[in-house]
């Protein structure tokens, strides 16, 4: 199971970013995906995800209204539309997965929660 999150880069305040994770050596049925986020002396924080058929979706407080999580399982593709940035925004971004049918935002909120990772893209966002 390997996970390879693409899309960071430098954006202005109230720009935009499209994330993308793309999956690799197993097909994105039956799981969920997770977006993380870490700044920099900050504690990896959950920010959104969604369940393994895409009828449900979650997120934390801080981006909810700006970002906004789909999937496309053919293409083994999860993305994080990112729009209104902020640059307490700032932040390495992960995606996650975990095999399971059922969630609910306490548990996809956790890092805990999720066995496998990608290894991050950097998002800056300047004022």
């Known amino acids: 199971v390997q ?3 693409s899309g ?4 202005q305040a109230g720009g935009s970013l499209r994330l993308s994770c793309i999956a690799s050596g197993f097909t994105l ?3 969920i ?3 993380f986020r870490q700044a ?3 504690e990896r924080e959950g ?5 393994s ?3 449900s979706s979650y997120y934390a407080r801080s981006v909810k209204g700006r970002f906004t999580i789909s999937r496309d399982d053919a293409k083994r593709s999860v993305y994080l ?6 640059p307490e925004d700032t932040a390495v971004y992960y995606c996650a997965a975990q095999e399971t049918l059922w969630i609910n935002w306490a548990m996809c909120s956790q890092s805990g929660f999720f066995r496998s990772w990608g290894q991050g893209t950097l998002v800056t966002v300047s004022s």
């Open 40 to 42: 920099p002396g900050k």
């Open 33 to 35: 995906i997770g977006w």
């Open 53 to 55: 058929s895409g009828g």
């Open 81 to 86: 539309e990112m729009n209104s940035l902020k």
């Open 47 to 51: 920010i959104s995800c969604i369940s």
């Open 3 to 5: 996970l390879q999150a």
């Open 8 to 11: 960071g880069g430098l954006v």
């Open 29 to 31: 049925d039956h799981y």
